[in-house]
């Protein structure tokens, strides 16, 4: 071996583990999952843990008048029993906005609304010492529909007002692509509420460290913002807060703003013990966000030729009561109201509406998945219309390099909407699949 | 500890070890599992015989533990996702779910792996019918499925 | 009676936070004196695969071995901030910010190696899993060599990446704004067959074209795809909170029913790959967009083959015997009228 070819080492023993990006390599958790010695929120213990649990509101709108939490507090087990009064900070969160109360203070606005909570030696005790807490409420009108929401003499769920946030998005004249086009579709279009169902439910257990640092592991998809919404409520400064996530049995959103963070914090320091809490299934589904039900009507105009001119739209988006992520679902509705094509002309508002209906928050799809409800079945409308196959309908519009969007940005090389559809043209001729075939089969 | 029945001694099998403790009584198998025996494997998605994450085997039959009151599990066989296989001596059901991607969040694997290893005990080559209806008990939020299916199919090819 | 149809679904989805949000990642990582790394990363691990997909990076970027990384993630104590794992951005951004990490720690290691095999700097690459000198063929060190030299004379091993997804706000007025910094694409094609008779909806196929950019790991893409293509199914046949006056009545396993192994149809995964500069290695986000487009492809084709549409988004056998008019229509898909929904003025 001559020197300029000297080896200084051979590499090939340690290449065992060479593979390139683009290879299916086992996930890194995967064994720990398959032998379940994983842990989620709910199979992390301290020594003298105590069991949180929540008192939920029973009424979708309703003013707080008394609680009296004198029997459960006088229960044997029961180290600690909050209402919004025991708050050391602001009772405030919010993902997007604080808009939300920890513990209902004076009003309730949804039925499933933490009221109070408990922290006791057994679940048991606690869902006992939960169930002995009388609450009176006065119920008031709620709100129940978006529509019905921005009413004037609507009643108010937030004291601002029901509208949340109004996004306008407005490309080229509309109007003027109306007129131009041979054919328009209108409808109205409702999609309905959709819950998450993670399988595991959203849980954690909070503690503080012997250095006075407030502990929280918990199933989350954000520890930073855990970590800042929790000081605030608990008055404390940020670094003294500590946020771990646990292995995670699916968020799709759901665990993106706080869930059970800042209630076990409280009960923690409260009690100055271990506290951990874990909704069960229902009460996952009550309390905590759903995919956004919209109310949409659109309309899309197209030459005889299948080129689109124009559309005009409005969402109504239903928050419920909190923004949590809704002010910013039902704004990126706006935008992606038209879907991948190209419109030389764009009218959408969306409207975020306050309703007393189950919270609405990030899902993933995030008002995407509603827009394509709406867009999908306004192009294929349209194509039956014009007698376009399509397929070959979404081709002739769809946005390409050099196009722009609904916000006027333009496409960039990246732009891969046609490639996909050429993809499904390929398999529809591989599998000799054809649209309106009206085939029956016995 | 827990609530105000009476204490049962639970005398049994677990996971091919035999133990014999004294519980409070009156549970579901799921929480005795979890909380006495400290076999946090088993998972509770629903706590109302829908989802299937807390399935065991008793006498190697699939069992919902969070509606099988524990005194039923007393004199018998009790398997767990612990018992099924380590690491370095993995189940070939679990080395296929690793390999084929049927975990994800792997909330529901456990329970899922413990209705595959039932099917496959009491089928050495099931068809894909007979896996589907295996597992349809088993509720996956994330996986689709598919992999799992795939992943039973594989165990099997690898056990026969 | 039994019918069958096809539907297409697309959509376009704006990854990440964009109108100027904050949207960065950052992210740490160290050699240690073996060979091994340690990625320190605040992102979350929901089951999507980030930690593996992160490992894959650091493998490719230093030439490790896969099972040599190991990623400590969500950890206000340990790891650097890197945002929420949400906005389908989580390879997207914090992918970039472990490729910056990389970055920092490479021209550590390529200085060293070029040192060691007496060459320049600019001719030291790292490829297929080794550091290698460009144009002598034959001068190759390992990695683990590399990493083991790094520590004996006191290099620097820890490095640190911080990527800033910039985008820009829009027009407050109009919306007009280049509000986001890479879209992501999809379409898929549902085959299904609507018994008339009931009213049941069976999927008799579903394909998934999604445009992921760059699949890093297709297995991970494949699960992404499969999961959020049933999640979708669920949606369209099978999931819907019955809310009355507030109340969720249905807020149980027993009577809310998601999709069981018995309800998935056969699903090809068709991965699409038009890269994006702005994406590590091109890779885009696709974890939402894989279930977007399933419920528009579902409703599309039960109109293609019953000829009518089911306005309501929920395809339940009771709302296509509906709109078939076998039974009373007067329910909620038999709705608004265009007048009830006045168009905001201009
Ligand atoms: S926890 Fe037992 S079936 Fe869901
Ligand atoms: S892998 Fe998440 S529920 Fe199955």
Known sequence: MSDTQEIIEIKFADHRGYVPIGSSVIREDALAKVTGQAEYSGDISRPGMLHGKVLMSPFPHALVKHIDTSKAARMQGVHAVLTAKDIPGENVFGIAIADQQVLADKKVRFVGEPVALVAAEDPFIAAEAVRSIKVEYEPLQGVFDPLAGIKEDAPRVQEQGNILLHTKVRKGDYLKGFADADVVVENVYRTHGQDHVPLEPEGGIAW???????????????????????????????????????????????????????????????????????????????????????????????????????????????????????????????????????????????????????????????????????????????????????????????????????????MNEACGIAATLERLKEYMAEHSLRFSRNMEVV | MINNQKDVLMDLVINNKHISIRAGGGRCLLDFLREDLSLMGTKEGCGEGECGSCTVLLDGKAVLSCMTPMERAIGREVTTIEG??????????????????????????????MSGVELLNRKSNPNRDEIVEGISGNLCRCTGYRKIITAIERAAEKMS | MKVRGIGIGSMVYGVGYGFSRPDFASAEVEIAPDGTVTIW?????????????????????????????????????????????????STYVQGNAVLAACKDLKQELISLASELMGVESNLVEIQNGQIAAKDKIGKIISFSK???????????????????????????????????????????LVEVEVDTQTGRVKILRLASATDVGKAINPQLIEGQIEGGAVQGLGFALMEEMQVEQGVFNNANLSTYLIPTAADVPPIDSLIVE??????????????????????????????????????????SPENVLKVLGKIDGSGKEGFLLLEDIPYPVA
């Open chain 3, 146 to 188: 590399l990493a083991s030299e790094m520590h004996v004379q006191g290099r620097r091993t820890h490095g640190f990446g911080w990527h800033n997804n910039r985008t820009l706000d829009v027009d407050k007025n109009t919306s007009q704004g280049d509000a986001y910094s890479s879209y992501a694409w999809a379409s898929q």
């Open chain 1, 208 to 410: 503080i460290e012997n250095d006075g640092v407030l502990t929280i592991y918990s199933s989350s998809q954000y520890v930073f913002r855990d970590r800042k919404q929790v000081a605030r409520v608990l008055n404390l400064p940020v670094n003294r807060v500590r946020s771990v996530n646990t292995t995670v049995g699916g968020g799709f959103g759901r665990k993106d703003d706080v869930t059970v963070e800042i209630l076990v914090s409280l009960l923690a320091s409260a009690t100055l013990k271990p506290v951990r809490l874990v909704y069960n299934r229902h009460e996952s589904m009550m309390t905590q966000t759903h995919r956004h039900p919209t109310i949409t009507r659109v309309r899309t105009g197209a030459t005889k030729e299948g080129k689109l001119t124009s559309m005009e739209g409005v969402v109504y988006g239903d928050t419920g009561p909190y923004s949590s992520l809704g002010i910013f679902v039902i704004k990126k509705m706006a935008l992606h109201l038209g879907g991948p094509y190209y419109f030389p002309n764009y009218k959408c508002d969306s409207i975020s509406v306050y309703t007393n209906n189950p919270i609405a928050g990030a899902f993933r799809g995030f008002g995407i998945f509603q827009s394509a409800i709406v867009h999908e079945q306004q192009m294929d409308e349209l194509a039956a219309k014009l007698g376009i196959d399509p397929l070959e309908f979404r081709l002739k519009n769809c946005l390409r390099e050099g196009l722009s969007f609904s916000t006027g940005q333009v």
């Open chain 3, 41 to 89: 990363s605040g992102a979350s691990e929901l089951g999507q695969g980030i930690r593996t997909v992160l490992s894959q990076i650091v493998a490719q970027e230093f030439g490790a071995a896969y099972e040599d990384i190991r990623v400590i993630s969500a950890d206000t104590d340990k790891t650097p901030d890197s945002g929420p794992v949400s906005a389908s951005r």
């Open chain 2, 84 to 113: 099924v296989g380590r690491p370095g001596n993995l189940h070939p059901l679990q080395q296929a779910m690793m390999e084929e991607g049927g975990v994800q969040c792997g909330f529901c694997t456990p329970g899922m792996i």
């Open chain 3, 274 to 315: 038009v890269s994006d500069p702005s994406g590590p290695y091109g890779a885009k986000g696709m974890a939402e967009p894989a279930t977007i487009p399933t419920t528009p492809a579902i409703l599309n084709a039960i109109a293609d083959a019953i000829s009518k549409r089911v306005r309501y988004s929920l395809a």
